[in-house]
């Protein structure tokens, strides 16, 4: 078996597309994590496969369900963004050995396939489909909710998992040569870190609104707040440390305006859940949550970076997209946990819902207001890659939990858990979710 | 420098953490019973690092260590503005972020490795 | 500043070629008259991919956004640290884009909207690279 990439007719791209034709008819029930770190340690129970395949087992566990009820798998074979296999480097042939291969070596430590997974995990001995989602979990999300309304799958397994190495993000390879091929060249070649293209709108932002980046000090702090309150996250396993206002604005600058802490924390990560169809899902041991809608962006800016101008229609296209497919409106909305891992770029998002009625060049001053857990207009509960690390799959295990009721201490009080959105990446390009506690 | 010297001088050490100090992130060389000599040697003493303020004054505070400054990888060139000094030296893990920084606020540098074994962090006789 | 030098490749040789005859080209879609930058195997508006060409374009424009690198991943670049990054808008199409570290100007102290000139740099294996300074307006 090969497992494709989804096609795109499997994303809801367009507006106008009407209320989805599986709202409410596909569910999420079971949520794994593996323990986080911040490098791999060149153990075989450790790497990239190992906690994968850790977090889909907990995932079954929890969703109580006999793996071999299992009919699908989609994941997200790229692993990293930043920290890459360096070429000429010995492979690790004791962690090669301890799995059954692939004919990639590096499958399992620096990359993942669906055929990896299948070939070690034996007890998943019906899974008839296979999917990737690339980029990150929002997508494979996405792909995973329209495989189950498709009937392509009943009960499908969705993960999302991280390496990282030794070193620093980034900094090997080409960048670290003398010399760039020509197309790279002229894009890289004057050296932006990846924050830069954040940096950039929102330095934009505050230009046209007169806002400043100290109003992104309540946000950093209620987020990494939320994160210490997600026993599965990084900050709150490793280094339960705060970040108040003076903690943030004294941090070095990355890519000015964005700062140390505007960029979020590379580690080792696996998040994964378990689809079913929303009547199978009834007899499956936590509470299901039901998907109103997916919707998607795949717009790409003019040039080299998008400008404020192209971030705002976007934002905006894809909160009507959103509305549109899961029959809402904004006011609908319990709580949002969209993307923020830059940080910079959480209000881009915020601001394209409407959230609580919010308008573009507002939403740094609703940050200023209560946005708690506990006030009626929480913002990212999840605490995203702010509060638990580089992952992109906070905001959707937090959507579950909350709706589910199980989310401890990080459990909204301001407001009753009933609809909640996420997704991300980028403002422009990305995969949304709308969830329920109820499929009406 | 030798002993008699260290003690007629002002020597302000800063200590990168992670990579650093047996406390990070990955654990460094440097004990934290090594910090203690330095700071019975009256020594200025502080932390320089990319983890938060507040958690660097919770990390001495936890092993009872009382240091004179806290700060981030970019703000050596304030502490040397803000301490009178005869030496200047920090001791960190990375080239961009600790060695770099260090030259250009005019410290010396030294590689953990080096500082364990530097008559600093000897007992004197 | 020392950039890292450039091995052009089938797509972008005439980009780089035009840069070390100091002239700038931007390529265009030859169906539909839109330039496009970066460079890419078809043209993103039109549906059947359109022929591509290069068009030279005035070398003027204005500083349309900027920010200030303080970690670069680009080791060359890191003992220049911190540099100014600014994003070049063309008077040809105010939507085509390019990169300046706009030589000379402070570090921090950018003067948003004013307007620029191509210039050409040498970057570390010779290939010209296309920079920007302030000119009045």
Known sequence: MTTPTAPDAMYRNDEGLGIWEHRGKVAAVGVGHAPTSRRWDGRPETCVGAITIDALRKAIDDAGVAPDQIDGLVIVPVTTTGAFWEAGKPLPMDVIQSFNQTDDPLDGI??????????????????????????????????????????????????????????????????????????????????????????LQFAEYCRKYGKAHDMMAPFMENSRRNGLRFPEGYWAQHRPEELGPEDYLASRWIAKPANLFDND?????????????????????????????HASSNTRPRSLLPTLDEVEADTALTGRKIYEGAGI??????????????????QFHLEGLGYR??????????????????GPNP?????????????????????????????????????????????????????????????? | MSETEEQSVTILISFDIDGTLEVGDPPGPLTMDMVRLVRDKDFLIGSCSDRTLSSQRALWQD???????????????????RFDADVYLHIGDREDLDRQYALKAGFDFLWPDEAVAHPHFQPDI | MAKQGVEPDELTQPFWDAANEQRLVIQYCVD????????????????????????????????????????????????????????????????IQMYSHLPGIPVDDVPVGAAVEVIFEPSANGQLVPEWRVIAD
């Open chain 1, 329 to 346: 409106t904004a006011d609908d909305l319990s709580f949002e946990n969209m993307y923020d891992g830059f940080s910079l770029f959480h």
């Open chain 1, 265 to 293: 924390i590379p580690i080792m990560m696996s998040g994964a859940y378990l689809f079913s169809t929303a009547e199978r899902a009834q007899d499956m041991k936590q509470k299901p949550v039901y998907i109103l809608n």
């Open chain 2, 63 to 81: 092993h009872d260590i009382e240091v004179d400054f806290v700060v981030g990888k970019h703000m050596l060139a304030d502490v040397k503005d």
């Open chain 3, 32 to 95: 539909c008259d839109r330039l496009q930058h970066p460079p890419s195997d078809s043209c993103r508006d039109c549906d059947d991919g359109g022929e591509l060409g290069w068009k030279q374009v005035s070398g003027r424009g204005r500083i349309y956004n900027y920010g200030v690198v303080h970690d670069c991943p680009i080791r060359l670049l890191q003992e220049d640290q911190p540099f100014n990054l600014a994003v070049i808008m063309l008077d040809d199409d105010p939507g």
């Open chain 1, 379 to 440: 913002v990212s509960p999840s605490g995203g890659n702010v509060g638990s690390g580089r992952s992109r799959v906070w905001m959707h295990t937090d959507c579950i939990q909350q709706l589910q009721g199980r989310a401890g201490a990080r459990q909204v009080t301001g407001v009753k858990p009933e609809v909640g959105v996420s997704g991300g990446p980028m403002p422009l390009g990305g995969n949304y979710t709308v969830w329920s506690a109820s499929p009406d």
């Open chain 1, 110 to 199: 620096a990359k993942l396939s669906a055929e990896w997974l299948l070939a070690n995990m034996p007890e998943l001995t019906n899974v008839n489909f296979t999917m990737y989602g690339p980029g990150c979990m929002s997508n494979a999300l996405n792909v995973t909710a329209q495989a189950v309304g498709d009937g392509l799958a009943h009960t499908c397994l969705v993960v999302k998992s991280w390496h990282n190495f030794e070193g620093r993000y980034y900094q090997g390879g080409a960048n670290a040569g003398n010399a760039l091929p020509g197309t790279p060249a002229i894009t890289q070649l004057w050296g932006g870190p990846a924050s830069y293209s954040t940096a």
């Open chain 1, 357 to 374: 009625g919010i308008k573009f060049g507002e939403a740094l001053d609703f940050y200023q207001t209560d946005i708690s857990i506990e």
